[in-house]
């Protein structure tokens, strides 16, 4: 696996199953980027699948950095396939709700067109498509509004600004499903256990919320856990009261049908996950 140290790179290591043994390489252990370097280190070692865990995830930041970002989340992606296809491999890639630009009124298909906003989406959806190498045969996965007891994200962010502030206010108007890490990993390990039909696929939690949504069942647990000492008021604002460099989908829920069907783990609503997560967080 590549990436490790990420959210979902952390999760997969942290839930290797028996019949599995997973080598993780940091991006100070291998540049993914180079594919001199990439094949060195994956044909002919006789791995039989390789995850792709590492991404440009910076979604504002990449407006900036275009450049960058496909790089990482697109060259490298093919990199990665050729040297799967060349080492009889099979890749693992994890890619965005963002490929959708957000216009549905239902939860989007893996057939679905995509029309990603921003650089970071547009970036990502070429990396699905160089996932796709001539002969290759990748399970593309992918997911949305993901957290995890360590790493940056909104969870951690939220809980530090709720001990900090007297206040905090939360978009209200983008809709989509928050996603532990781990679900993600369980899942991932149930397509690889399946050795899953070539394709994409969603996953997430169930369920679906806004921002604030988030936000306000982020600080009910975070108090029922002691991780936070007193409410503050959490106050829904429209995305133009919250502008931001990149664009992002307005209505992003992912339809799971296909992936629950062919794993046997089960999703559980993102609100229970939520619980879990933060039972994780007050335990270290």
């Known amino acids: 696996m590549v990436g490790g140290g990420g959210q979902v790179a952390s999760a997969l290591a942290s839930t290797v199953p028996a019949a599995h043994a997973l080598i993780v390489k940091t991006q100070l252990d291998l540049d993914i980027t180079d594919a001199a370097a990439v094949t060195d280190a994956m044909v002919g070692q006789g791995f039989d699948w390789i995850i792709n865990g590492a991404a440009y995830t910076a979604v504002d930041l990449a407006e900036k950095e275009p450049a960058l970002a496909q790089q990482i989340n697109a060259?490298?992606?093919?990199?990665?396939?050729?040297?799967?296809l060349?080492?009889?491999?099979?890749?693992?890639?994890?890619?965005?709700?963002?490929?959708?630009?957000?216009?549905?009124?239902?939860?989007?298909?893996?057939?679905?067109?995509?029309?990603?906003?921003?650089?970071?989406?547009?970036?990502?959806?070429?990396?699905?498509?160089?996932?796709?190498?001539?002969?290759?045969?990748?399970?593309?996965?992918?997911?949305?509004?993901?957290?995890?007891?360590?790493?940056k994200n909104f969870v951690l962010t939220m809980l530090r600004l709720m001990r900090e502030r007297p206040e905090v206010r939360v978009v209200c108007d983008q809709i989509g499903t928050p996603t532990?890490?781990?679900?993600?990993?369980?899942?991932i390990w149930g397509l690889i256990d399946s050795n899953a039909t070539p394709g994409i696929y969603h996953w997430t939690d169930l369920g679906v919320a806004s921002w604030y949504d988030f936000a306000v069942a982020i600080q009910e647990e975070g108090l029922a856990r002691g991780l936070l000492t007193h409410a503050v008021p959490v106050i829904p604002i429209p995305t133009s009261a919250y502008p931001t460099p990149a664009r992002r989908p307005t209505f992003s829920v992912l339809n799971t049908d296909s992936t629950r069907s062919a794993v046997a783990y089960p999703a559980q609503h993102w609100r229970h996950n939520l619980r879990m997560m933060l039972d994780e967080l007050r335990a270290q």
């Not at 060259?75 to 799967?84: C, D, E, F, M």
């Not at 630009?101 to 990502?124: E, F, I, Q």
């Open 75 to 84: 060259t490298a992606v093919g990199i990665l396939a050729r040297a799967a």
């Open 86 to 151: 060349a080492g009889a491999a099979r890749l693992v890639h994890i890619s965005t709700d963002f490929v959708f630009d957000g216009n549905a009124n239902v939860a989007y298909l893996p057939t679905d067109r995509t029309n990603p906003l921003s650089v970071y989406g547009v970036t990502k959806l070429a990396g699905e498509f160089e996932a796709f190498a001539p002969g290759g045969n990748p399970i593309l996965l992918r997911t949305a509004w993901v957290y995890a007891s360590t790493g």
């Open 180 to 187: 532990w890490a781990v679900g993600i990993a369980h899942a």
